[in-house]
């Protein structure tokens, strides 16, 4: 299974490389592709060829805005 991680040199996305096994997630950072551009969307996806996506939140608030909205009642 291939997936691309959007976003890796962030929080959430430096976690999931480290914890990752070696060369199982293509890690791309803003750099590697603008994720406001879609002709980089488009290349990165290209050149990865993914069968997941992943798009962590950028900022901790967002996350836990997002979070607490999915969690369900207890």
């Known amino acids: ?3 691309t991680l959007f976003g890796a040199t962030g929080l959430v ?3 999931l490389m480290r914890e990752s096994p070696s060369g199982s ?3 791309l ?6 994720i406001r551009k879609p002709e980089a ?3 990165a996806l290209a050149g990865t060829r993914p ?3 992943i798009l962590p939140p950028r900022h901790r608030r967002r996350w836990m ?3 607490t909205a999915t969690l369900p009642s207890p």
């Open 29 to 34: 950072s803003s750099k590697g592709a603008d």
């Open 65 to 67: 805005r997002v979070a």
């Open 41 to 43: 969307i488009a290349q």
């Open 51 to 53: 069968d997941w996506i």
């Open 1 to 3: 299974m291939r997936i």
């Open 25 to 27: 997630i293509a890690g």
């Open 13 to 15: 996305g430096n976690a």
